[in-house]
């Protein structure tokens, strides 16, 4: 469709008015967006690392940074959803934690080695 646009952002940065976006979608892709979080996936398999509470606690800043856009750029009542995959400690409870103080929580799902989040401005 003419209306969908594919761009190369940083997620910190964002393109768009202030309250002029009606959804973000974040598939598979919200664990990667803090650097430290996407080293630790690629060299989890060869050098056994985990994603642990101290890792998490490092990237609260970076994730900040990215929701606070997020809420920037979403019109009132926007919606934001998350799908992404359990990674240790990296699970919905902590994507949550990020989420609250910028939207309301409105649907949560847990599965076996993944979440759905969805958060209301």
Excluded: Q, W
Aim: proline content about 3%.
């Amino acid at each position: 469709p003419n209306n969908i646009r594919a761009l190369r952002v940083s997620a910190d940065a964002l393109p768009f008015e202030d309250n002029s976006v009606e959804a973000i979608t974040l598939l598979g892709a919200l664990h990667e967006l803090p650097k430290d979080i996407y080293m630790t996936e690629l060299y989890r398999n060869i050098e056994n690392v985990r994603v642990d509470n101290e890792l998490l606690e490092k990237a609260r800043e970076d994730y900040d940074a990215f929701f606070k856009e997020f809420c920037r750029v979403l019109k009132e009542n926007g919606v934001l959803i998350i799908i992404d995959k359990i990674m240790d400690k990296y699970d919905l409870d902590y994507v949550i934690s990020l989420a609250e103080p910028y939207f309301d929580i409105i649907n949560k799902e847990r599965k076996e080695n993944s979440f759905t989040l969805v958060g209301r401005k």
